[in-house]
Each structure stands twice: as C-alpha cells, then as structure tokens.
C-alpha cells in the first residue's frame, strides 16, 4: 500500500506525541501488575477540522477512506 499525502490546509489544530510500546499484565489472584516494554514506539497525531461544506470535505472523505483504517500511512505534518 503506498504513503498517502494528506488534503492540504484545513486544519485549526494538531497535536503530536509518542505512544511507548508498552503492555501491563495485571494478575486477577493477587491484583499485582507486570509491565513490559518491547521495542519500538509510535508517533501519533491528532488533527482538528472545522466544519466544512460538502465540496471541500470530499478530499478529507476520500483520504479517510483510503487509509483503510490502522493498516493504511500517511505524510503528516504541523500546518502551523
């Protein structure tokens, strides 16, 4: 599957951070928790939109689409 390249301008707010790869293990005997931590982390992002009008969210439709969910990546970046 190729990188898709986001519809461009748009955005009113982005937010980036970096999700840790982590998993707890908590015991149902004695409550006690174990974590572990594999390699790898991710980035995430969070992008906020204004309300649009039909014509101008169809390309943000068709790239959501496109994404076909989690498997699908894309350039992203801050537009301020």
């Given at each position: 599957?190729?990188?898709?390249?986001?519809?461009?301008g748009g955005f009113t707010n982005?937010?980036?951070?970096?999700?840790?790869n982590t998993r707890a293990f908590?015991?149902?005997?004695?409550?006690?928790?174990?974590?572990?931590?594999?390699?790898?982390?991710?980035?995430?992002?969070?992008?906020?939109?204004?309300?649009?009008?039909?014509?101008?969210?169809?390309?943000?439709?068709?790239?959501?689409?496109?994404?076909?969910?989690?498997?699908?990546?894309?350039?992203?970046?801050?537009?301020?």
């Amino acid at each position: 599957m190729p990188t898709l390249t986001m519809p461009s301008g748009g955005f009113t707010n982005s937010r980036f951070g970096l999700m840790r790869n982590t998993r707890a293990f908590p015991s149902p005997m004695n409550l006690v928790t174990q974590t572990v931590e594999w390699y790898g982390s991710m980035w995430v992002a969070q992008y906020t939109v204004p309300p649009m009008k039909r014509a101008t969210v169809a390309p943000w439709q068709a790239f959501i689409i496109q994404l076909r969910g989690t498997s699908g990546r894309f350039y992203g970046f801050d537009p301020k």
